[in-house]
């Protein structure tokens, strides 16, 4: 094989399709363009996903997208934050008033991060797999 020898595979070229050459090319007259309307005039030419005039899909839906909504609404814990707070029984209501987490919160998840030495008793509050298994560890319990 040499360079000057290459060419394309046999149906891989196609020849340009000739429009408004005639009648007897098929594609006279009209040029496939049909008969009235937008798309047979030159320059008719409109944006991708227009409709009419018709208000178009994308700005009838609402733009939500896969953003959480109530992801302000909930504080995450360090279990070594709670080592420290010196507190038994740990809810929602004293992670408020020792100032851990925000006044608005109306949630919280504890996660793993640190270590934990006492046992404590949580209750109400939403906990990982990880940190589940360090308060336990400690001696602490959980309850839903």
């Known amino acids: 094989m040499e360079l000057n020898n290459i060419k394309p ?21 009209t040029a496939g363009r049909g008969h009235k309307g937008q798309s047979s005039r030159s320059g008719g030419f409109h944006k991708v996903g227009f409709e009419g005039g018709q208000m178009p899909m994308h700005r009838r839906l609402p733009k939500r997208g896969f953003v959480s909504l109530t ?4 504080a995450h814990v360090r279990i070594s934050e709670l080592d420290a707070l ?4 740990i809810d929602l209501l004293v ?6 987490v925000s006044v608005s919160v109306r949630a919280a ?15 109400g ?3 990982t797999k990880g940190a589940r298994a360090a308060i336990e560890a400690a001696g602490g319990s959980i309850a839903d």
């Open 9 to 29: 595979a046999d149906g891989a070229k196609k020849n340009k399709r000739r429009v408004g050459r005639g009648i007897g090319s098929g594609l006279g007259k």
């Open 125 to 127: 509050i939403a906990v």
């Open 95 to 100: 992670l408020k008033q020792a100032g851990m």
């Open 71 to 74: 992801k302000a609404n909930t």
């Open 86 to 89: 010196g507190v038994d029984e």
């Open 109 to 123: 998840k504890v996660y793993l991060a640190g270590e934990m030495t006492k046992a404590i008793k949580l209750r």
